[in-house]
């Protein structure tokens, strides 16, 4: 999940363009092999401002994966900045995609990247309500990574509601949590 809420304009989302095309093999370093997606890895974009926007999923190809890499970076590039920030819309969305899919023998979690407090739908507390309606639905790890003014304690309560983890990118480089991450899941 990216945020692309107008406070993402100028450094931060080029930070994000750039940590995300790392991922897609453009980082050609031991450290960026390492961090790359991977083959039959389904990736799935969901950016978000006010709403959450139009996702793009692309599954890695086994055969030839940097073709779906390419497709991914492209995605990346399109992102444009605006608007408000609505995380924990912007989850719901995500968690219902993922309920909706066919495939329910992946891994799958959520990495949230965001600089800022949700400003718009639902709170922490509506979101949380929404994770017990789900039952007995398999439970989704949530990563939140802080950029900017990203308000930790409800980043941090999240991440433990979801049984994921927080990472801090407030001062550090985007592309090194973003690589953490995949090495934690």
Known sequence: MLDVSGSMKGPRIAALKTALAGL??????????????????EVTLLPFSDSPKTPV?????????Q?????????VDRLKVGG???V???????????DAAKDKDRFVSIVLM????????????AFKKYLRT????PRVAVFPIMLGEAAE????????????????ARNADLTKAFCQIRGYQ
């Open 24 to 41: 897609t093999g453009v980082n050609t370093s031991l450290t960026g092999t390492y961090c790359r997606f991977r083959s039959r890895e």
């Open 57 to 65: 999923t692309v599954t890695v190809d086994a055969g030839n994966p």
């Open 67 to 75: 073709p779906s890499r390419d497709k991914l970076r492209a995605a």
């Open 84 to 86: 408000n920030t609505a």
């Open 88 to 98: 924990y819309d912007s989850l719901v969305e995500a968690y219902r995609s993922l």
């Open 114 to 125: 965001t600089d800022g407090e949700s400003n718009r739908g639902k709170d922490l507390a």
């Open 134 to 137: 789900r039952g007995s639905a």
């Open 153 to 168: 304690s409800p980043m941090k309560e999240l991440a433990t509601a979801t049984g994921g983890a927080l990472w801090d």
